[in-house]
């Protein structure tokens, strides 16, 4: 690629965050590749079922939900949870006709008596702050001998690419924790599922190759989410912030294109699946 289509190349992708939310971005850049890959697999690891009603915690732009709902037609009931109004509100554009509900997974919005047969959460699970309280909740959501299907990535320490790309960002911005991996052993939210009552609980390991027409697409959004988690996030104003993430693209332009064929830029990344029954 020449110098110039380089540019011509960051430019767009530039504009491209910039013109977009970031839920819009999300939608549209990050669920086909990254997100919908795992969702058939999940649907099949709880056993999903015509007639199930099916609930989805923390469920984004709602990618399971859809999936759930595809698979369910007229035949079962789907509700979508989520604390974060403007991905509601392009899930609620994406699929008109799913009940999309706002609110916390520790305190779901319920109907009195409401329950469902089966409830999910994909990659969100690591990011609630009170994990017994999101558990509990789901718990009381199902029915007797109702599934829970929960997935979480499995450490980045243990994906080539991923591990240099926080190894890049961490040469700017010093160590990152990085939330989306923090989960990365099942062992802790099989002892809260045990603890509060469910039963039948087993874990397992995924991984599969993710492919990315554009890899600077996800570079960008994964350095802008790893600045966001490193201990300088709070220091740093907007251009500061857009500058060090400038930076890692840059820096990472080589590995982009050591992993980059005429498919498209590809990685490995993995996730545990915790199955329970209520």
Not at 119 to 145: E, I, N, S, T, Y
Not at 163 to 177: C, K, N
Not at 263 to 268: C, K, N, P, S, V
Request: aromatic letters at 6%; proline letters at 5%; charged letters at 25%.
């Amino acid at each position: 690629m020449s110098k110039a289509s380089h540019s011509e190349k960051a430019g767009g992708e530039q504009r491209l965050f910039a013109q977009a939310s970031f839920p819009e971005m999300y939608e549209t850049a990050l669920v086909g590749p990254l997100f919908q890959p795992w969702v058939e697999p999940l649907l099949q690891d709880v056993e999903l079922q015509l007639g199930d009603s099916v609930l989805d915690v923390a469920c984004g732009t709602g990618i399971v939900a859809r999936i759930a709902k595809e698979r369910q037609g007229s035949t079962g009931m789907v509700v979508g949870v989520d604390l974060n109004p403007q991905m509601l509100a392009v899930a609620r554009r994406v699929a008109p006709t799913i009940d999309w509900r706002e609110g916390d997974a520790s305190a779901l919005p319920l109907h009195d008596d409401e329950e469902f047969d089966v409830v999910l959460c994909q990659q969100g699970f690591q990011f609630f702050p009170d994990g017994a309280g999101a558990a509990r909740q789901m718990h009381r959501a199902l029915v007797k001998g109702g599934r829970l299907g929960v997935s979480t990535w499995r450490p980045d320490e243990e994906f080539p690419v991923l591990r240099e790309l926080r190894a890049i960002a961490e040469r700017h911005v010093g160590p990152i924790a990085d939330r989306r991996h923090s989960l990365g052993d099942p062992g802790p939210l099989e002892s809260v599922l045990r603890e509060i009552g469910f039963h039948d609980i087993r874990s397992k390991q995924c991984s599969r190759t993710i492919r990315f027409k554009d890899g600077s697409t996800f570079v960008r959004s994964n350095a802008m989410a790893l600045v966001s988690m490193s201990t300088q996030a709070g220091t740093l104003g907007d251009e500061g912030r857009q500058r060090i993430v400038d930076a890692i693209v840059s820096e990472t332009a080589g590995l982009v294109r050591s992993h980059t064929n005429d498919d498209g830029f590809a990685f490995e990344i993995g996730t545990n699946v915790v199955l329970a029954k209520a």
